[in-house]
């Protein structure tokens, strides 16, 4: 049986690199408003690389994570949503969204009437990424004996999915903020889950 240690450390090194990549790159990026802007804009233009492949490669390591936390709480649903989640999280990646909104610089400052096909994967993509987390996190509540992992747990489980719907909501009136509500949203439910794995390891 592979060693659970080194699986958890993987998902907390997945969620510690997407966030400190996308706050660097977020803030350093020309042309790109980290308050208004989603972070998936970032995977645009010619830097556009390096949030793809933050995409991928964190979202493959939590994918992984997912079999050292099987290991160490027999819990088979908390394993498989954070490997749905960690999956999302690649496929956010290999379909990246449409240009709008102002980024990359001299995109119409709009949302497009019609948006591609890889638009609305990714659009799935990342519904299956905001719902999954909130619904680990209770399962998590659930299945764990330490009092203050099950308090930590369900309040980022009321946090994380309060923000989500509050993010959508600002997404569809293009509020001047949206974007500083989806990494409000993300820094709350990622630093759990890598929090979360660095706790079980053995």
Known sequence: MTDPSALLLAGSAGTALFILVLLVDGATRPGYSPVRQPV???ALGPRGWLQTSNFLVSGLLVAVSALGVHQTT????LAALLAVFGLAV???????MDAMRGYPPGTPDTTPAATSLRHRLHDWA???VFSALPVAAVVAA???DDPVWVVYSGVTAATS???FLYFGNAWEADHPRVGLIQRATIVVGWSWLGLFCWHLVP
């Open 74 to 77: 027999r819990s088979g649903w």
């Open 126 to 128: 990342g519904m299956v």
């Open 161 to 163: 999915g309060g923000l």
């Open 142 to 144: 659930l299945v764990l």
């Open 40 to 42: 998936s804009a970032l």
């Open 90 to 96: 690649v496929a956010s990646g290999v379909f990246p």
